[in-house]
Each structure stands twice: as C-alpha cells, then as structure tokens.
C-alpha cells in the first residue's frame, strides 16, 4: 500500500476544505453528535475518553503542585457578578441568564457560569482570617456556558468542559509564581501527554482576560496556519480581592488583601490535537492520550486458533498498553480504514500463517510503516514504538511550526506574510493600543502573545515605527 493512499474517501481533503475536513473528521471518528442546542454538542464515548485521559493526566499534576479539587454551584447571582465592573463587562456579551423557577419569575436573575471568579472570590472572602490560612490553591472540574454566536465542535461551543484553578497567596511574589508555573504545566502537558508544541508568552492588554492584572498564554500553531489559544494563566493581581473583600491579618497584625491568580484549560485541545496530528485518512492520535493505543485485528478469525491467539495476546499487552480486539465480521480492510479513521496508533493483524511463525505485523498509523515482530518481543517492542510515534509527532509538529513562522520588518513584509504565509509572524511592537488595533484591520492579524524568549528582529515598531524591544507573534485565530 503506498504510503500516502488516502484510504477514506468519505473525508474532504484539508488541502480543499481545512474547515470540512475538520468537521468530516468529528463526526466520522465518532467523538461528537449535534444536539438540538445550536452550539452544544454531545462527546461521544471516544471523544469523552480523550478527555477523561488529558483530565486524569492534568489532575495528577494538579495535585503534585500542591492543588484540591472543589465544586462550585453553576449559578451566580446578578449581584455578585455585578461586584468586579470590566470581568463583567468583559462576558455580558457571552451571559445565559435563568430567569424564572418552575413558573415563578426570579427575584433576581441566575446567571449560567460563563466562568467561576466571582463564586471563588465569594467563598474565599468567608473562609480566610490570617496569614496562617494561606495559600488557597483550588481546581474545579466543571462545565461553563458561553452564548457563542459562531460555533465549532470542540473549538467554541456554547457549552464546554474545563478545569478552573483559583489560588489566593499571602504576596505578589507567589501569585506570580502560581501563574507562571500552571502556565509551565500546561505547556509540558501539551508537550508530553498531546505531542504538540506552543510559543508561551504574555497577552496584551487588549487581549488580556478581563479583570486581570497579566495574562500568560500558550499558543499552537494548526495544520492550515492558524492559532489557537490552548490554555491561559492569569494574575488577578489584588484587583478581584478589593471588589470582594478578601482580606487576611498580615505577619505585621495589619489587614491586607490577598493576591490571586486563576488558569484554565479546556476540551478545545481535543481540536488541537485533531487539526495538529491528522490526515486526510482521520485522526491521528498521540499515543499517551489515545483511549486505545493498540487494536487487534484478527485476520481469517473463522480459522481455528485465530480468535482465541488474539484474546491471549489482549490479555498480555493489557499489562503494558491499551489495547482492544475487534472480533467483528467486518472484512479486515474495512477495520483497518476504520481505526485509521479514529487515530489508533498501532495495528497488529494476527493470522493463522502469523500464528505459525511465531509472528504478528504491527502497523503504525502515523507512518503506516509495516513490521513483522516475534510474539516474543512484544512487551519490549510495543512500549517503544509507542514513544516513537509520539516523539515523532512531536518532532513533526515542532518542524512545521518553525517552517510556518515568519518574520516581518516592513509593512510590506508583514503585507506579504498576512496575505500569502499561513502561521505566525514575528514583528516588533511598540506596545500602543492604536498600532494593535490598525495591524488587526489593516493585515486581520491579531497580537497571540509576547514571548517570553524574545528577540529583536527589528528596532522599530511594524505600525508606526517608533523604537521599541517587545517582539509580538501576530497571527490569524481559532
């Protein structure tokens, strides 16, 4: 078979179509179905399953760096969310309000969580006393709602699953610490466990949440050129603290506000992963998330022995991979499009001729590489093909960010990369609101971050040209 057949047609090529490609590929792979709420979707067990592994991964990290879980109500009074003016502000757009109980209309409107600040700054304000309460460092697993105008599974849905950290901190000094090190979290997290590299940096002020002091991000960069936000970091500073009241008797016995912080990260690097790792066959997932990281395709499984050699072979790979059998009556052609379809990152076909020689043949999706390997050798080569392949989704992902990095220190560079060089572009800035604000209408480029490796690829800014040292990365978004 050569390597690049296309071996679904029922998928449209990205080449043709990026964003029916993308659709194509959510509902085909099965991890969503459309309900009948414009904008929420349903995640099909095998799209919950990538996220239940990217939760169970986050958690664990969660909890090392010193965090507990809680559980917040998905309810909040008019009233309280009315307490921090520009948070408010900043998701009035966004608000799903609850306005009646049964058939009596509210006193007050509910609002629906677009997120959960203002019942975390509520809560904090009843429980901290002293310095000796201190740090809080809360998580929540929860959904918010989002009253999305254009929606896109995975990407923006008016629904959607996340975890929401808050902490409050005795000093300036550990709030900024908790924000950078959840950022650094949520960079190695995309690394290790998704195979997908990001820029991190800071957000400008126009691009900062709202409400924050700082906000710190990662970016990636998609198959077709485009950004997307894949989890953010906040320094709230003590700006949440005065509209609510959170106070502490400090070391000196003096009243004082805390300094907080808040990061989130959601089901939209499910969307990464798929415009990041796939093909026009399907997914192709990285190895550590994938429900399934090896399936068994029985071949001639009506011959005598066949079944059972896969059942016993399901059995002792279970111990080191996860691993499932298809026994289906469906031709072995058709299983082998179906699991490249859903991104499965190793094949192993098992014969009657395979089970005479002592032999499987293992297949990896991401290069469709075939191999003949001893039953023996098993337990040793399957754990390694597996960090292969996410190395080398990693090691792809990392080479096609840096083919499709630009820099541009001209207007007519910047003209030429906006205009005909899908990815990121790296220009100077002067930090102005008016410069940011014209690239985005003259170019439709918006500022993604501003780098903490920074470089001076010009002296001057791309807009107006006043001297300036801040690098932004600049692209088009997700």
Known sequence: MEKNKKLVEAITSMDVDFAQWYTD????????EYSLVKGAVILRPYGYAIWENIQGYLDRKFKETGHENVYMPMLIPESLLQKEKDHVVGFAPEVAWVTHGGEEKLQERLCIRPTSETLFCEHFSNIIQSYNDLPKKYNQWCSVIRWEKTTRPFLRTSEFLWQEGHTIHETAEEAQEETIRMLNVYADTLRDLLAIPVVKGRKTDKEKFAGAEATYTIEALMHDGKALQSGTSHNFG???????????????????????????????????????????????????????????????????????????LRQKISAYARVKVDATDKKPGWKFSEYEMKGVPLRLEVGPKDIENNQVVLVRRDTREKMFVNMDDLE???????????????AKATERMHTMTSVATTPEEMREAADHKPGFIKAMWCGELKCEEEIKEVYGLSSRCMPFEQEKVADHCICCGKETDTLVYWGKAY
């Open 238 to 312: 003590q700006g949440f603290a005065e509209a609510f009241g959170i106070r502490f008797t400090g070391r000196d016995g003096k009243l004082q506000h805390v300094h907080q912080t808040s990061w989130g990260l959601s089901t939209r690097v499910i969307g990464a992963i798929i415009m990041v790792h796939g093909d026009d066959s399907g997914l192709i997932l990285p190895p550590r998330v994938a429900p399934t990281q090896l399936v068994i395709i029985p071949v001639a499984h009506h011959k005598e022995g066949v079944l059972e050699k896969a059942e016993e």
């Open 25 to 32: 590929i959510v509902k085909k792979a099965e991890l969503i």
């Open 380 to 394: 040793t080569v399957i754990p390694r093909l597996l960090d292969e392949i996410h190395d080398a989704l990693l």
